[in-house]
């Protein structure tokens, strides 16, 4: 247990759906990250939240909505999302600063049919 | 731009032997380097970091990692592999602060250890 959880573990929709990824962290920290994990493939960085300011967006398609109401708190909103979406969505939390290491949570497996 | 090379996809060793992963990167300036550690359906798990000081550096469940500033590399290292290390690691690295727009990490394509009882 890393302090970092997620819901839904697992997510199955449809490309017409709207869903939402959640994540929270319990250790204090006030950095937030969203990644993308597929199969063969590196880790993606998608959005970066510090101090609940979003800080990096990397080139992620509009169908990806993040959301940080507060530096406990992540979410990632999906709508109209495509089957190559399906994968392996992790969160992460950090102290601001590079020393740091990330601490990520379980992940949300999702599956777009 | 920062990137991050693990050579091998999967690295099989026998139980009881030394284990290497091999990691190998490229910055800008001097590195902060990671290692994290993947079980099956878990996320990751930070296993160890190097930033300055000692080029071998301990980490969580017995391994360590060696920075080599003329290699380029930050290999990790474990002297006698247990069956319940088998999972996939990941090397990453991070530009130093001056690079303040760039906060997380960059990850490697991640190697996967099996070992063998």
């Known amino acids: 247990e890393t302090g970092v959880t997620q819901t839904p573990r697992h997510l199955v929709m449809g490309m017409t759906n709207k869903k939402s990824l959640k994540c929270e962290q319990h250790?204090?920290?006030?950095?937030m990250y969203w990644y993308k994990q597929s199969a063969k493939k590196p880790l993606e960085l998608m959005f970066v939240y510090s101090l609940e300011e979003r800080v990096e967006n990397n080139s992620v398609p509009s169908r990806f909505s993040p959301e940080c109401p507060n530096s406990s708190h992540l979410f990632l909103h999906l709508h109209t999302l495509q089957p190559e979406d399906s994968a392996l969505y992790l969160c992460?939390?950090?102290?601001?600063?590079?020393?740091?290491?990330?601490?990520f949570g379980p992940g949300t497996r999702l599956t777009v049919t | 731009a920062q990137s991050v090379a693990q050579p091998e996809d999967q690295v099989n060793v026998a139980e009881g032997n030394p284990l290497t992963v091999k990691c190998t990167y490229s910055?800008?300036?001097?590195?902060?380097l990671f290692w994290y550690v993947q079980y099956p359906n878990r996320g990751l798990q930070f296993l160890l970091k190097?930033?300055?000081?000692?080029?071998l550096v301990k980490g969580s469940y017995g391994f360590e990692a060696e920075f080599n500033k003329s290699q380029t590399s930050f290999h990790l290292k474990k002297p006698s592999a247990l069956v319940s290390d088998s999972a996939l690691y990941f090397c990453a690295v991070r530009d130093p602060p001056m690079d303040t727009g760039r906060r997380a990490l960059t990850f490697g394509s991640g190697t996967r250890l099996q070992v063998q009882p």
């Open positions: 250790l204090g920290h006030n950095a």
């Open positions: 992460a939390s950090s102290l601001e600063g590079a020393l740091d290491e990330q601490y």
């Open positions: 190097y930033i300055t000081g000692d080029n």
């Open positions: 910055v800008s300036g001097n590195p902060y």
